[in-house]
């Protein structure tokens, strides 16, 4: 069975500061991939970035960073010099390919992150 | 706009009574699926369609949801005889597989009320 738990419920942080999520996930597959997706407010679902399980590769997108190590089996996100933008709800998600050929989603419970002037 | 449309956004309805939602995906996009948002919970899959085929279902599924996608372009999600246990957000999110990998974009949803 597939599991992805994200512990942190709630941070606040102030303007500025650095704040990294928290992402572990349970998969008996060995080819998988995970995601994270930001959810504002208004409750649409933004797509951030995809990884696979075969790539260990850090990345970074401007402000934003992941950190995959598959030897604790965590996709962790950072965000540097948070921005009052960045409030939003985030979800790590993971994704197999299942009997039926599909690639449904896994998602954790979400960290709400609120970002104070 | 290409994005993943849906309508209605917001439904409230009484116990009881039938409502459909309905999802526009982004247009060269094979693939569909419907997920199911409580209060503080990430979103937990429902259903599956590649192209018009509905090819997996949950348990969460019961007989009193029924999901189509007629000629493979937008898909509706009825729920019938709906109960307060119904209330949650609905998601729609579609994709287009290219050699075994996919990223899965997500409407605005509709939020459900049933009182």
């Known amino acids: 069975a597939q599991k992805v738990t994200q512990a942190q419920t709630e941070i606040s942080v102030v303007e500025k500061e650095d704040v990294t999520l928290d992402c572990v996930y349970e998969?008996?597959?060995?080819?998988?991939?995970l995601f994270w997706y930001k959810q504002p407010p208004s409750g649409e679902l933004v797509f951030l970035i995809r990884?696979?399980?075969?790539?260990?590769q850090n990345e970074i997108s401007g402000r934003y960073s992941w950190n995959f190590q598959k030897s604790t089996s965590s996709f962790n996100f950072t965000i540097t010099a948070s921005q009052v933008v960045d409030s939003a709800v985030y979800f790590c998600?993971?994704?197999?390919?299942?009997?039926?050929?599909?690639?449904?989603?896994?998602f954790g419970k979400g960290t709400k992150l609120s970002v104070i002037p | 706009d290409t994005g993943v449309s849906q309508n209605p956004r917001h439904k409230i309805t009484k116990r009881g009574q039938n409502v459909t939602f309905r999802c526009d995906p982004i247009?060269?996009?094979?693939?569909l699926y419907w997920y199911r948002q409580t209060l503080g919970q990430g979103p937990e899959f429902l259903t599956y369609?590649?192209?018009?085929?509905?090819?997996?279902k949950s348990r969460l599924l019961s007989d009193r949801f029924s999901a189509e996608r007629p000629k493979g372009s937008f898909s509706t999600l009825e729920i019938q005889r709906t109960e307060q246990g119904d209330s949650a957000m609905y998601l729609c999110?579609?994709?287009?597989?290219?050699?075994?990998?996919?990223?899965?974009?997500f409407g605005p949803g509709t939020r459900l009320l049933v009182l």
């Open positions: 998600a993971l994704s197999f390919i299942s009997g039926a050929g599909s690639y449904q989603l896994t």
């Open positions: 369609f590649q192209n018009e085929a509905q090819l997996e």
């Open positions: 990884r696979n399980s075969f790539d260990e």
């Open positions: 247009s060269e996009h094979n693939r």
């Open positions: 998969t008996r597959d060995t080819t998988y991939y």
């Open positions: 999110a579609s994709s287009f597989s290219v050699a075994g990998v996919e990223t899965q974009y």
